[in-house]
Antibody
Framework: EVQLVESGGDLVQPGGSLRLSCTAS????????MNWVRQAPGKDPEWVAN????????YFLDSVKGRFTISRDTAKNSLYLHMYSLRVEDTALYYC?????????????WGQGTLVTVSS | EIVLTQSPGTLSLSPGERATLSCRAS???????LAWYQQKPGQAPRLVIY???SRATGIPDRFSGSGSGTDFTLTISRLEPEDLAVYYC????????FGQGTRVKIK
């Protein structure tokens, strides 16, 4: 069974930094693109970033480019989102979601999310 | 960026009725990279349909998807109480985007 478990969410002040983690199990982690998707309270989901199986190619939502980075560790079956210069509008539940063998695939498994609150 | 507009905003139907949800894209969705997700209260989204018309694993056959280009439809043929949820369409080409959702309420 595919499982994705996020962690690292916290209350942080504007301008602060945070690292989110997602631990994967139940599938061959290094065969799949992985995604971060966020959902602000009462709002629609918003794709944030993705990374290829090798960890060498990644794409970002325009509003987070230059502030967020994404990485993965195959040995630990883990996906990371490094967030810097956080803004109030980054407040959301952050999900990791499995993609496919190419960039253009549906998100077929999701974690339960980790909450990031940016507030002074 | 491809903008997805869903309609109606809310659908209120009785069990056994047919639900038809619409998703319109601001430009053609390449290769029908269009998915539908179901999100129940307090849960993560769950994949229902991908490739515009393929059912995801474990999804009942009362769910079906259709459409191409800029117009897509999710149909629930006979509504069940457990289908109460918000349904989002998503295009998963370059820079994936989601629609604003249709809330399905059971009368």
């Amino acid at each position: 069974e595919v499982q994705l478990v996020e962690s690292g969410g916290d209350l942080v002040q504007p301008g602060g930094s945070l690292r989110l983690s997602c631990t994967a199990s139940g599938f061959i982690f290094n065969k799949f693109w992985m995604n971060w998707v966020r959902q602000a309270p009462g709002k629609d989901p918003e794709w944030v970033a993705n990374i290829d199986p090798d960890g060498s190619v990644n794409y970002f939502l325009d509003s987070v480019k230059g502030r967020f980075t994404i990485s993965r560790d195959t040995a630990k079956n883990s996906l990371y989102l490094h967030m810097y210069s956080l803004r109030v509008e980054d407040t959301a539940l952050y999900y990791c979601a499995r993609g496919g063998d190419t960039a253009y695939r549906q998100f077929d498994s999701w974690g339960q999310g980790t909450l990031v609150t940016v507030s002074s | 960026e491809i903008v997805l507009t869903q309609s109606p905003g809310t659908l209120s139907l009785s069990p056994g009725e047919r639900a038809t949800l619409s998703c319109r894209a601001s430009q053609s969705v390449s290769s029908n990279y269009l998915a539908w997700y179901q999100q129940k209260p307090g849960q993560a989204p769950r994949l229902v349909i991908y490739g515009a018309s393929s059912r995801a694993t474990g999804i009942p056959d009362r769910f079906s998807g259709s459409g191409s280009g800029t117009d897509f439809t999710l149909t629930i043929s006979r509504l069940e109480p457990e289908d109460l949820a918000v349904y989002y369409c998503q295009q998963y080409g370059t820079s994936p985007t989601f629609g604003q959702g249709t809330r399905v309420k059971i009368k």
